[in-house]
């Protein structure tokens, strides 16, 4: 059968991924959403990987309780290993007829435990705590654990809420210890920007000397962001670029293996699989790998193992044959090949682009003249990186009712520095995902429904630009 590029399980979608990586294999629990009226309640489910190619799915790893119980809806949480060998899970327990002072459905922190290396798990209801005084009942989630060697406690991050302030800025990422992983004591916030609705998913990772604090963002952005600071302590840093991909990846969290740190998130779904549909919750599994610069700050990419994975070859035909030069100073101009593009496949394309360069970039699964097509857009002068299409929506006949003042696919734009010379997009495409990186430092991600097939091009918009080289591998069966 054919292994896929992006995991999903056959009988739902990937929710909020929680990695954990113990002797060389990554173990991803994740959240099941199977969309169903009426909700059957959430668990977390598995899925293992050794390469970053290819994934096990491992089924249902912990059950959610039933219609009564406290974690109907088994949420978002973490794992840790003690000394003992005992694995910890800490999880969010949500029902939604419990609820809390608020009105709202009560979140719950709530604890588990493995010791048989993670093949089954035994709960323990009464370590169960809901938030602490000055914090929202119905906004307590997302427990991360980590050590801290300095002092050997450890700490809980969680997603929450002061209960007074303006209402779209309470967000805060609230803070518990504990000396035995069993009973946890409040401690002042961990990081209190007063910015946000809330900061889903925390996550905080040492890399040398540089301490990172990885949040989703749920206000008016829905991105995965981070921050950095020398100390786990603070004070956290807002780097230049802070963002890991756009719109559609989100609740990314992290884990590490030989030096290498990876994101674990999803790419989110989109109403009646269409392009103009809105964005839904949970979607396909979906990982980059950070690499840190010299200042510190993080580049975002694909993991070597999944470059490595497409071994067979399809570049395509062009008329004029690669290499060739893009010359428009005040015009435009593409070139497309001769054949459809593969449904599943991995590019490569190095664009030397000449000073003053208005636009270029690639055309995906285009119409032989390159009129109608998914763009990928480089815009030097705006430093940015954009998605788009041709035709955009239409809302009548009339040409002043097609959406051509929209300058790219809302949501789909991705800072980055663009200077002349070389650069290099990646890209990988499987069936309805598409997934972007330039220079192996910057990455976009999205879903492609509306055009299933085409051809793949190169363009120019107002320059110049030299096409070096365009690969393109598949993957065989597995």
Same mark, same amino acid.
């Given at each position: 059968?054919?292994?896929?590029?992006?995991?999903?399980? /056959?009988?739902?979608?990937?929710?909020?991924?929680?990695?954990?990586?113990?002797?060389?294999?990554?173990?991803? $629990?994740?959240?099941?959403?199977?969309?169903?009226?009426?909700?059957?309640?959430?668990?977390?489910?598995?899925?293992?990987?050794?390469?970053?190619?290819?994934?096990? /799915?491992?089924?249902?790893?912990?059950?959610?309780?039933?219609?009564?119980?406290?974690?109907?809806?088994?949420?978002?949480?973490?794992?840790?290993?003690?000394?003992?060998?005992?694995?910890?899970?800490?999880?969010?327990? =949500?029902?939604?007829?419990?609820?809390?002072?608020?009105?709202?459905?009560? =979140?719950?922190?709530?604890? @588990?435990?493995?010791?048989?290396?993670?093949?089954?798990?035994?709960?323990?209801?009464?370590?169960?705590?809901?938030?602490?005084?000055?914090?929202?009942?119905? /906004?307590?989630?997302?427990?991360?654990?980590?050590?801290?060697?300095?002092?050997?406690?450890?700490?809980?991050?969680?997603?929450?809420?002061?209960?007074?302030?303006?209402? *779209?800025?309470?967000?805060?990422?609230?803070?518990?210890?504990?000396?035995?992983?069993?009973?946890?004591?409040?401690?002042?916030?961990?990081?209190?920007?007063?910015?946000?609705?809330?900061?889903?998913?925390?996550?905080?990772? =040492?890399?040398?000397?540089?301490?990172?604090?990885?949040?989703?963002?749920?206000?008016?952005?829905?991105?995965?962001?981070?921050?950095?600071?020398?100390?786990?302590?603070?004070?956290?840093?807002?780097?230049?670029?802070?963002?890991?991909?756009?719109?559609? $990846?989100?609740?990314?969290?992290?884990?590490?293996?030989?030096?290498?740190?990876?994101?674990?998130?999803?790419? +989110?779904?989109?109403?009646?699989?269409?392009?103009?549909?809105?964005?839904?919750?949970?979607?396909?599994?979906?990982?980059?790998? +950070?690499?840190?610069?010299?200042?510190?700050?993080?580049?975002?990419?694909?993991?070597?193992?999944?470059?490595?994975?497409?071994?067979? +070859?399809?570049?395509?035909?062009?008329?004029?044959?690669?290499?060739?030069?893009?010359? +428009?100073?005040?015009?435009?101009?593409?070139?497309?090949?001769?054949?459809?593009?593969?449904?599943?496949?991995?590019?490569?394309? !190095?664009?030397?682009?000449?000073?003053?360069?208005?636009?270029?970039?690639?055309?995906?699964?285009?119409?032989?003249?390159?009129? *109608?097509?998914?763009?990928?857009?480089?815009?030097?002068?705006?430093?940015?990186?954009?998605?788009?299409?041709?035709?955009?929506?239409?809302?009548?006949?009339?040409?002043?009712?097609?959406?051509?003042?929209?300058?790219?696919?809302?949501?789909?734009?991705?800072?980055?520095?663009?200077? @002349?010379?070389?650069?290099?997009?990646?890209?990988?495409?499987?069936?309805?995902?598409?997934?972007?990186?330039?220079?192996?430092?910057?990455?976009?991600?999205?879903?492609?429904?509306?055009?299933?097939?085409?051809? !793949?091009?190169?363009?120019?918009?107002?320059?110049?630009?030299?096409?070096?080289?365009?690969?393109?591998?598949?993957?065989?069966?597995?």
């Amino acid at each position: 059968m054919a292994q896929p590029v992006f995991f999903q399980p /056959d009988d739902g979608w990937v929710g909020d991924v929680i990695p954990f990586q113990e002797d060389g294999r990554f173990w991803l $629990f994740y959240l099941h959403e199977v969309r169903d009226s009426p909700k059957s309640g959430t668990p977390w489910r598995l899925v293992i990987t050794k390469d970053l190619a290819r994934f096990e /799915d491992h089924g249902v790893a912990l059950p959610n309780g039933g219609p009564d119980d406290a974690d109907f809806n088994a949420y978002t949480g973490s794992v840790v290993r003690d000394d003992q060998g005992t694995h910890h899970l800490f999880y969010t327990g =949500q029902n939604p007829d419990r609820l809390g002072a608020d009105g709202l459905p009560l =979140q719950l922190v709530m604890h @588990a435990t493995s010791t048989d290396g993670m093949a089954t798990w035994v709960k323990h209801p009464e370590r169960t705590f809901g938030a602490a005084d000055g914090y929202e009942s119905a /906004d307590w989630r997302d427990p991360f654990v980590f050590r801290d060697d300095r002092t050997g406690q450890w700490r809980m991050l969680l997603a929450a809420r002061h209960t007074a302030g303006p209402e *779209r800025r309470r967000g805060v990422i609230a803070q518990c210890v504990s000396t035995d992983l069993v009973t946890w004591e409040p401690a002042p916030p961990f990081w209190d920007p007063r910015r946000y609705v809330t900061h889903e998913c925390p996550d905080v990772f =040492q890399w040398g000397d540089w301490w990172y604090l990885v949040y989703s963002e749920f206000t008016e952005s829905f991105t995965t962001r981070y921050r950095m600071a020398r100390s786990p302590d603070g004070p956290w840093t807002v780097p230049q670029h802070d963002t890991v991909d756009g719109r559609a $990846f989100y609740a990314s969290k992290t884990a590490e293996r030989d030096g290498r740190r990876f994101f674990f998130g999803w790419i +989110a779904t989109r109403e009646g699989q269409r392009d103009d549909g809105p964005w839904q919750w949970a979607g396909t599994l979906s990982v980059l790998e +950070a690499r840190q610069n010299t200042d510190g700050t993080l580049a975002f990419g694909f993991p070597d193992e999944l470059v490595d994975s497409f071994t067979e +070859a399809a570049t395509p035909t062009f008329d004029p044959p690669l290499p060739t030069r893009l010359h +428009a100073p005040d015009g435009y101009a593409a070139v497309v090949s001769a054949d459809d593009a593969p449904r599943r496949f991995y590019a490569k394309v !190095v664009l030397d682009i000449e000073p003053g360069t208005t636009e270029c970039g690639l055309l995906l699964r285009s119409t032989a003249d390159g009129d *109608r097509s998914y763009v990928v857009r480089l815009e030097p002068k705006r430093g940015r990186l954009v998605f788009d299409r041709w035709p955009r929506a239409s809302t009548g006949d009339a040409q002043w009712q097609v959406s051509g003042d929209v300058p790219f696919e809302i949501e789909l734009e991705r800072p980055c520095d663009l200077p @002349a010379g070389e650069h290099t997009l990646e890209l990988v495409v499987d069936g309805d995902l598409c997934v972007v990186v330039l220079d192996r430092r910057v990455a976009l991600s999205t879903r492609i429904y509306d055009r299933p097939e085409g051809r !793949v091009g190169v363009f120019l918009g107002e320059g110049g630009a030299t096409v070096r080289d365009f690969e393109v591998r598949t993957r065989a069966d597995v």
